[in-house]
């Protein structure tokens, strides 16, 4: 009886790690506003779209996490604080990025900060 609990927790645990423990990030907000269609509820697709944009900015996919988080607000749910909060993340990323890349432009100019 232990062997068969113990085969089957070993079962168990593999196919999570094949699996993933979460759904994989979609190559655009395109894609995972298509693959969201397929979902039953509002909620569902709410929950799967903010997942894929707070994958998309933990990618520094920073415009595919502000459409996607756009999507939910325009089309499920215009209340979304969350995707009002996964826009505000992308955008303050965007920002520090783009002032890295002025300060870094200014260095290369010899303009001094």
Same mark, same amino acid.
């Given at each position: ?11 168990? *645990? ?5 699996? @993933? *423990? @979460?759904?994989?990030? +979609?190559? &655009?907000?395109?894609?995972?506003? +298509? ?15 903010? @997942? ?20 939910? $607000? ?11 909060? $996964?826009? &505000? ?14 300060? +870094?432009?200014?260095?290369? $100019? @010899?303009?001094?900060?």
């Amino acid at each position: 009886m232990k062997n068969v609990v113990f085969t089957v927790a070993v079962l168990l *645990c593999v196919s999570l790690v094949l699996v @993933g *423990c @979460g759904a994989n990030k +979609e190559a &655009s907000s395109s894609a995972a506003i +298509e693959k969201s269609q397929a979902l039953a509820t509002v909620q569902q697709k709410v929950d799967y779209l903010a @997942g894929q944009a707070k994958a998309f900015i933990n990618s520094k996919q920073y415009d595919q996490a502000v459409s996607t988080a756009q999507y939910i $607000l325009s089309n499920l749910d215009s209340n979304s604080q969350q995707a009002r909060s $996964l826009i &505000s993340q992308a955008k303050d990323a965007l920002a520090i990025q783009a002032k890295a890349k002025v300060d +870094e432009a200014k260095k290369k $100019l @010899g303009l001094g900060q």
